[in-house]
């Protein structure tokens, strides 16, 4: 595994400025796959309770503080065809690939890891969380460092 100063060296300077919004992470999602907006009640299983308690507790609510009921979902198929070939790595939920996205604290939810941490890099940080690598920017370098070690099959 990469030590933390390993991971800034080869990781910070390609995180993007942002964060990026909502709609905006929609956008470029359009643009990479083919997806259509689904009922929350579409989602497999446990997958929309799953978002909601991430959401609910994940860094990007720690200022905000919403609970479920203040929390606004909106939830994507992403079609299985060639252009999504890269995100069907881990399709457990009945052959399908979504993402979830909480639109208030921004909280990202896929059942495709690939698909999970393209749109979190994408999203980006704000220039804030850049300079003082606040807990934003080492989950997302963290996220970084993990999935470059599983690419090149480093364990240790």
């Not at 009640?41 to 507790?57: D, E, F, V």
């Not at 990202?108 to 300079?131: A, P, Y």
């Not at 970084?144 to 070690?149: E, M, N, T």
């Amino acid at each position: 595994m990469l030590n933390y100063d390993e991971q800034v060296r080869m990781f910070k300077d390609s995180i993007p400025i942002g964060p990026k919004t909502i709609p905006e992470l929609v956008d470029w999602l359009r643009k990479q796959v083919d997806i259509k907006e689904i009922p929350l009640s579409a989602l497999p299983g446990r997958a929309l309770q799953t978002a909601k308690h991430n959401a609910m507790t994940c860094i990007l609510n720690d200022g905000l503080q919403l609970k479920p009921d203040d929390m606004s979902f909106l939830a994507f198929e992403v079609k299985i065809n060639p252009k999504s070939s890269r995100y069907s790595d881990t399709l457990y939920d009945h052959n399908m690939i979504y993402v979830v996205f909480e639109e208030h604290n921004g909280y990202i939810f896929s059942n495709s890891n690939r698909l999970f941490l393209d749109l979190e890099f994408i999203r980006g940080v704000s220039q804030h969380e850049l300079d003082t690598e606040g807990n934003e920017f080492r989950s997302l370098l963290s996220h970084l460092a993990i999935s470059y070690c599983e690419e090149h099959n480093i364990l240790d």
